[in-house]
């Protein structure tokens, strides 16, 4: 039998993900062959590394996904730098620019996204290509492209600030740029942010040395001069870094006849309108949904490969839940879900903590005991504990202030006095011995040290304990009590500071005991 | 010889850590601490009651045979005569593999030696393994991908102490091993002591820095740090440059795993992934050390290649004050590793499929090396096979309490029941014995020689203390009874453990562990060995590595390994993680330690560690009765409420016999390298008990021993 001829059109993280995930399934191609046709001369590369190239982190050649060579050693037919034409659905085959043709069974369209250009004058030069002094941020050659013209000290303007573009602001500022984010809107990020956190983010940037324009159109860009604002400002920009927003790619598709809204329309199984056309990825759009994101387009690639290699026949893609993270260095940013919603919205509990000297924010959005939304600034620990609920819907713990914070946070008993411990507190883990079994030991038995030892054995194991048992040793006798406490010669013990207990110990929290202490008490 | 006033100068029954201590002999046996570089001096409390055992009433003191179903005393010639007939009526019908021998990882050196000996040469069969599959085997097999060798810590445990950054990963060494955590203490002052555990475990409390990841994902979170120290520029890479290789396959796969990523899979946030990597980055000096929460997973054995790949990135193993090990836990749970009772492997940690191997362990056996069985069944799939046309009729177990400690362990249960002969050697009626239709009595701890390979690969001599309680016999005794029924000649299977030794330096000689360089009279006068040590002038090998790795070409492995999820996933019908463990008072299976009054009295019965909004979700609270349901079992137990536990995670010990055994529910999914069960992750479902039940008395109820013993098969 002739292996089933599967073409994926593109060559980025989500084709570069199903044919891997082919592979792992028909590791020689037995059942598919496989060919990728990718537009751009190099392997597919790790988009989400990006912003760490631009801040010079990391070497360019690092964010490749695959190693040229990658085709051949995984029978898989890899050809970079072309492009497909036109795609002949009723002769199941695709053009490509050289004039040859490729047949296929199924072809895979992952042919991603492109960014969008707004309407401001002077950003196209007149071919219609980017004007001199502007770069858009999507691929590797745009990173190159951008660390090229952004020496250091270089003012750079980034128009757009969402996601992508804050991104890009810190790795540019990072390398020591000048930096200014011009955005439309009054609030940053305000997709995901409501007011109070989108201010507060242009708080916290602002302090990290970023100059942010905001409810700003921008009218012009003069080449080599600068961006003009609306209100006449002009922000100085050697380079200006377009970032507003993608558009999936979908002429290739809409050429053919497929059915197109804002993405290429694909059911549960990623098929198109054509039964033999399937897409994931940024161009695809599932249940009126274009993501964007990489890890949809990971799970449908996954999907895919299950379907196509028939390894889980009954495999469907089901939306996944967003949560946007902001990936900058020393800005800890979490979005997730229903987030625009009134503190006093009667159709959920909704959490707020505001600490403005502090740079923090945390929102929560309860609905039905599950998280329904939430924005955490500053909580890194809340951001994680709160996704993980909302990604697995999760029942929200009846403590929801506990959750905002991010932490559990035992009560602590006074450790200072002894006589604030609890009796059934355990003094030395070792050997299982309580204060209440001390206190008996001292009372009952030898109301000295070493009685206390050897009556309870406490301090006989890691000796953790010594300094606990000898203030309760003092605690119990009403002064000072003589000797270290030493059961058995110790080897190696030649650091014979004092050692801390061994109690409950929390790990540093962000959170400030001033908000804390009212809860614990 | 020993000074009698002055006691025995031994080191404990229990764990790897192998805490020296003296027995004082008297009417009743007592025990005092005694210096030695892995306890410091320290006990704990299984430590200091120890010798209760020896003279515990529940001791089993005459072989006990099943007839009319229930097992009766008989002498000792009765019960070596019917095994050694059934044995061989049994492989003269169905073959030599038809019998099948389990071992345990607290056997001694000897004891372990001659065990896969038996198998091989008496028996002929292949079919042997052995507990330590369900502890070690995946840090084992990890290390030797990347070191080509496996010893659990290279290095002596006194290196920790003068640690900057110390990294615990699956590891409660505070209630595992409590002596211990005096190595960590260090670290922990200087703020760098760093813990791994979805629990908040006593361990965790002690730390700088405690990471939570969500069950099953301990793998992800291992990359993601790998990810991040090589972002943010940690990468050693002149260490990486001469010392390794493979780090460009590893790094394609570890650049997916992006901490935004990583925080979303393991719940561990970026930041805390961020500091952790800069604390051990930037220390000084730098250990990373793993235990049995990060290994006992189906995917075990790559996870803990992703650790060790990590600390290769940073340029950790194979230098001075810095390193890679794995926290071994039983008690020779190195050296049965090491000496033939793994289905694959001879004496000396070689393979059973090397030829050089077999001739050279063959020639020591005095047999032709084509009669040396192949490699057999692992420990679960040796298990499950038994009393099934493929698998193996009849079972000898010693030192191993598999219907406790087994995985999907009422499956075990039903598999034994399935056998022609069950045999079990051990000190007490353990939940196995009282299955067996022959329990054989033995000797234990201070009633005998025998060497141990602590968790530094340090060999120590146990030495005997007193005189066996009448009526047992030495398992050495008990193979050689056998073999020589079986037609062995009686001085290849010596019973002096001196003698067992020696041979196993011949038998280990040039081979990865090599033990040839050791006699006792090394170890009575104190010599600090640690394999290899390769003749009698070699003063051991305290630290491995420092030159080259065991790899033909000198150098480290990083291996490629990526992150697939936990076999079993949280679902609608059993919504919890469920996680298994220890806790201070018992040891393994609880055999032993369920035994001893004060240690009884003070964990007495299973319980469910849940947090309290999770109990009250299902109409519990603390101290109520609950049953921990998962597709394989259900386990009653005790509930204890616990703020600092995840909503989704139940905790069990798994110590407790019965209803109460945690591995009712476990998930013998294996991992594909180790063929470790999948123990620390699976789902289940938590409900109020539908029946009321003494949960202690029923603990207690266990293991009595009188005349005659009634337990039904």
Known sequence: MNPHRVVVVGYGMAAARFAEQVRARDPHGDRISLTVLGAERRPAYNRILLSNAISGRLPLDTVLLHRPGWGQQHAVDVRTGVSVLRIDRAGRQVLLDEHSVLEFDTLVLAIGSQPFLPPVDGLRAPDGSLARGVRTFRTLDDCQRIIESAASGTPVAVLGGGLLGLETARGLASRGNRVTVVHAVNRLMDRQLDQPAGAMLAEVLSDHGLTLRLDQLAVRYRPGVGLELADGELVPAGLVVVTTGVRSRTGLARRAGLAVRHGIIVDDELRTSDPNIRAIGDCAEHNGVTTGLVDPAWAQAEVLADLITDAGPTARYRDTPTVTRLKARDVELVALGDTQVAVDASDAEVLCLHDPSGGRYGKLVVRDDRVAGAILIGLPDAGATISQFYDRSLPVPADRLALLLGRVLPELPSRADPGGLPDDEVVCRCNTVTKRQLVDAWRGHDPSLSGLVTATRATTGCNGCRSAVHRIAEWLSGGPVAGPVAPATREGQERSDPVPTPMPNPTPNPMSTAILHPVAD | ?713
Request: one cysteine or more; a negative charge.
């Open chain 2, 1 to 713: 010889m020993d000074d009698q006033s002055r006691g025995v100068a031994t080191h404990c029954p229990y764990c790897a850590l192998q805490c020296g201590m003296t027995v004082h002999i008297g009417p009743k046996p007592e025990i005092a601490p005694r210096p030695f570089p892995t306890s410091g001096g320290g006990l704990c409390r299984k430590g200091w009651t120890a010798a209760e055992l020896l003279t515990s009433p529940n001791r089993l003191t005459t072989p006990l045979m099943r007839e009319n179903g229930a097992l009766r005393p008989v002498g000792w010639d009765d019960a070596l005569d019917f095994v050694a007939s059934r044995i061989a009526e049994i492989q003269a019908t169905h073959g030599k593999d038809a019998v099948a021998v389990f071992g345990g990882g607290g056997l001694t050196n000897e004891k372990a030696y001659a065990l896969g000996k038996f198998a091989r040469v008496a028996l002929g069969t292949s079919q042997i393994d052995y507990n330590g599959r369900f502890c070690m085997s995946s840090a084992a097999g990890a290390g030797i991908k990347a070191f080509g060798l496996d010893r659990g810590l290279p290095f002596p445990v006194t290196d920790l102490a003068d640690a900057d950054t110390i990294m615990l990963v699956g590891a409660n060494v505070a209630e595992t091993m409590p002596p211990f955590v005096q190595h960590v203490r260090g670290a922990a002052q200087r703020g760098g002591l760093i813990v791994i555990d979805p629990r908040r475990t006593a361990t965790a409390e002690l730390a700088t820095l405690h990471l939570q990841p969500a069950p099953g994902t301990d793998l992800a979170l291992a990359i993601g740090l790998l990810h991040l120290a090589v972002v943010d520029g940690f990468l050693d890479q002149p260490y990486v440059a001469e010392r390794t290789t493979g780090f460009d396959a590893v790094w394609r796969i570890v650049a997916a795993w992006w901490p935004e990523r990583v925080e979303r899979v393991t719940g561990v946030s970026v930041a805390d992934q961020r500091a952790c990597v800069r604390m051990l980055a930037a220390a000084r000096s730098a250990f990373l050390l793993t235990g049995r929460g990060t290994e006992q997973h189906a995917d075990g054995t790559a996870t803990v290649s992703a650790w060790i790949n990590l600390c290769l990135a940073l340029g950790m193993p194979g230098r001075m004050g810095a390193g890679y090990g794995c926290l071994t836990g039983q008690g020779n749970g190195q050296g049965g590793r090491e000496h033939g009772q793994k289905a694959d492997q001879l004496p000396g940690y070689r393979k059973i499929d090397d030829p050089a191997a077999r001739a050279a362990v063959a020639a020591v056996w005095g047999i032709d090396a084509a009669e040396l069985p192949g490699p057999g069944r692992s420990a679960y799939e040796l298990l499950d096979a038994l009393g099934t046309p493929e698998g193996s009729r009849a079972l000898l177990v010693f030192g191993s309490n598999v219907a406790v400690s087994a995985p999907r362990a009422g499956h075990v249960v039903d598999r034994l029941a399935a056998l022609d002969l069950l045999v079990v050697a051990d000190i007490v009626l353990s939940e196995t014995a009282a299955l067996a239709d022959v329990v054989l009595p033995v000797t234990q701890w201070a009633e005998e020689d025998g060497t141990m390979t602590n968790l530094e690969g340090r060999i120590l001599l146990r030495r005997k203390a007193l005189p066996p309680r009448v009526g047992v016999r030495g398992d050495l005794e008990v193979l050689r009874g056998l073999a020589t029924r079986l037609g062995q000649p009686a001085e290849r299977f010596p019973i002096e453990p001196e003698q067992v030794f020696a041979e196993i330096g011949r038998a280990s000689a040039g081979a990865p562990a090599d033990y040839s360089g050791i006699d006792y009279d090394r170890l009575r006068a104190g010599d600090a060995l640690h394999w290899p040590v390769p003749g009698r002038e070699s003063i051991g090998t305290p630290r491995m590595f420092l030159d080259r790795f065991a790899h033909s070409d000198g150098l480290a492995r990083f291996v490629p390994v990526d992150f697939q999820g936990p076999a079993e996933q949280p679902d609608a019908e059993y919504p919890l993680y469920a996680t298994t463990g220890r806790i201070l008072a018992h040891y393994q299976s609880g055999a032993q330690t369920r035994l001893i009054p004060e240690l009884a009295a003070a964990a007495p019965e299973g319980f469910v560690e849940v947090h309290p909004d999770t109990a009250a979700r299902m109409g519990l609270a603390d101290g109520d009765l609950a049953e921990v349901v998962s597709r394989r079992g259900t386990v009653l137990a005790r509930v204890h409420c616990v703020t600092s536990l995840r909503h989704d995670l139940v905790f069990l010990p798994f110590h407790f016999p019965g209803d109460q055994r945690a591995n009712l529910i476990t998930n013998p999914a294996l991992d594909p390298t180790s063929r470790m069960p999948e123990f620390k992750t699976c789902a289940v479902r938590l409900i109020p008990a539908r029946v009321s039940a003494d949960l202690a008395s029923s603990v207690t109820s266990q293991m009595k021993v009188t005349g005659t013993v009634d337990t039904d098969r």
